[in-house]
């Protein structure tokens, strides 16, 4: 009779005993880890493709027009899709400035030698500074700085004027900078409600002037035979589709500069191409996920090959991609899509189309801006958004139902152990039993054996 080992007997037979819910628990945790590491990658591809989208919302406009000036230190030029290329000769004679004005040197005074004074703007804005409670410290004078503070809490300023003691050269003054741009923005005060001394003398006197209240003044051709054109600031929107935002004014007798507005299709291009490159990047991830392997290769079925919700929204994207938006298809804009599901950009149609209709691209593609959602990208993003918002999306609800799987996987398994060492041991305790009785059965035939001899 062989001999029995009772550890290896019993660790045979436990396993044998849990083998099967052993293998089955084994299987539905990979499954869950197969998900949740799935549902990753899915959240992280919508995360990226969203992003792309969000960031082409953030132009002025797909279709890119350049502007450039013969003079770049005169003016700065953005462009939106609604320009018109061509050149346009400008002249400016004059920037926009708000006024800064400075009283220098106001003596401290007693604060019953205050009152109250009126800080007016062109524009008609004005509010009331009352100094007799501006004494902060106490002292029973009026200081420069208690009196830029009064001014600047005074109630219906609201940022009207910026009052500020500053100290240049040994010269105290305080400085009064108007928030309104323009001739609109030029400060006067009404010091008559104040009592008569060396304040009220001061402040009803000059001021120096460090800056104009002074409107943007520019003409659309030659100084004096173009179209004159003045506004309170800097920022001109004259022409369609073009802002130009003011640096410094040409000198007396300059020749115009031109402002050169032409279209600029490499960056059109680009920015198509980003599009097509996130949509294609999204579609080789959900390609991966949905894939049904290969028996005959031995290839396994990924996470979600019958995942019906997976499939539905990326049919629901791709659907997205053949629907008009302002009477134009992503076809017309050179933009097809294959039997995969897979872009591909003809650069020579798209010009072709925005060359008939400018504003083509910002009809079909929208954008994807929180709270301005429209075009694909917004009914894009809007799909995406139902399965990667963190609150209420597919992905986060998913998630949470594989945790709460693998959970109770562990919590099975933590059960199935207890039985495997529950058999371990109950087998253990009764092939050593065996063992012991095996042993002394030998010890017996041995002393038998000996006694015939």
Known sequence: MADINPTSMAQQLATAYTQSAQSLLDAQSKS????AAALSKLQGALQAFDGALKSLSTKPSLAQLSATLSNPAIANASVSASASAGSYPLFVEQTASSQQIAFQDLPAVPVAMGGSMAVQLGNGAAFNVDLNSADADGDGTLS??????????????????????????????????????????????????????????????????????????????????????????????????????????????????TLSVAKDDGATTANVKSFVDAWNGLEKTLDELTSVGSAKDGVAAAAFASDSGVRALRDRLGNLLRQSYGGLSLRELGISVDRNGALALDSARLNKTLAATPDALDKVFGSAAAGAASGLMGDLSKQVDQWTNLGSG?????????????????????????????????????FTQLQNLQSQLGDTSSMLAGLSV
């Open 32 to 35: 869950s880890k197969a998900t």
């Open 144 to 257: 420069q700085t208690e009196i830029a503070r009064a001014i600047n809490q005074a109630p219906n300023n609201a940022g009207l004027v910026t009052a500020m003691v500053m100290t240049a050269g040994g010269v105290t003054q305080l400085m009064l900078s108007s928030g309104v741009s323009g001739a609109a923005g030029g400060i006067t005060l009404d010091t008559s409600g104040l009592n008569a001394g060396d304040l009220k003398t001061k402040l009803s006197g000059p001021s120096v002037e460090l800056a104009p209240a002074r409107d943007a003044v520019v003409w659309l051709g030659a100084q004096g035979s173009g179209v004159r054109m003045q506004q309170s600031s800097n920022s001109f929107t004259a022409i369609s589709g073009v802002t130009l935002t003011l640096l410094q004014a040409n000198k007396p007798g300059d020749v115009p500069v």
């Open 394 to 430: 597919q992905i986060k609800q998913r998630q949470s139902s594989v945790q709460s799987m693998q959970k109770a996987i562990g919590q099975r398994q933590a059960r199935l152990d207890a039985q495997y060492q529950q058999s371990y041991q109950r087998y253990l305790k009764q």
